[in-house]
């Protein structure tokens, strides 16, 4: 899940951060709405016998890895940089100042909710194993939630309701990828050694690793997403 641009484009983002990056008086508001917790702690680690205790960063770490094990390595020309909340109706990748940086945004309603904000991570990660600007392929999107309703930092069954009901833009995405993987579990694996970005696999290429896979839901998987999916490249 992504969003295309900040509102207005760039002069939505000058809006919503002042000069030099600091907060504008919009997105001040906005935080204040949401009652900001101390970012202590989420990102600073607190010591404990022979390590120290997980942050949104070493999760953002953890599930990166577990995303490569499960679907081949990254593109190793991005540089993954962190994690920030931002003023957004959804969590989405951000590629700033077109240098091939990659950082997740999580929405501020995940300010106050630890689950959210893991959930709203994980629901990036794939997004960050090959990233591109514009929409997604309902492929891509499939694998992030599936990706997301599985790994086991949170409870996922408050989100898993919510993802399966037929309204949801995750719904059938979701549902075509898990017909994907009843005829091959290491199905992206595959693919990717085609083509590394999943929104850019073609429907060909599935069926070339998957010859007995329906040419429909081939079609399917490889239509832009429709709900919102999309990488900003905004500073």
Not at 12 to 39: C, D, F, N, T, Y
Not at 172 to 190: C, F, H, M, N, T
């Amino acid at each position: 899940m992504a969003q295309d641009e900040e509102p207005g484009g760039t002069g939505g983002e000058a809006g919503s951060r002042g000069r030099l990056g600091q907060p504008g008086e919009k997105l001040r508001a906005r935080v204040i709405g949401h009652r900001m917790l101390p970012s202590s702690s989420w990102f600073t680690s607190e010591p404990i016998p022979g390590r120290g205790s997980w942050t949104l960063t070493t999760y953002f770490g953890e599930m990166l890895s577990k995303a490569e094990e499960l679907y081949g390595r990254r593109d190793m020309d991005w540089t993954p940089i962190g994690v920030e909340f931002f003023a957004c109706n959804a969590p989405h990748i951000w590629l700033p100042g077109r240098r091939k940086h990659v950082a997740i945004r999580l929405t501020l309603a995940a300010l106050n909710d630890w689950n959210l904000a893991l959930w709203q991570l994980a629901q990036e990660i794939v997004h960050v194993l090959g990233p591109v600007e514009g929409n997604t392929n309902n492929l891509e999107e499939g694998v992030a939630t599936h990706f997301a309703l599985s790994v086991p930092y949170y409870d996922t069954s408050r989100f898993r309701q919510s993802v399966e009901q037929t309204a949801s833009p995750y719904s059938s995405p979701l549902r075509d990828y898990e017909a994907l993987l009843q005829i091959d579990s290491g199905v992206i694996k595959k693919l990717r050694k085609q083509q590394s970005y999943l929104s850019l696999v073609t429907a060909k290429q599935i069926l070339d690793v998957l010859p007995s896979c329906d040419p429909t839901l081939a079609a399917r998987l490889v239509d832009r997403f429709s709900g919102t999916s999309a990488a900003s490249d905004h500073l």
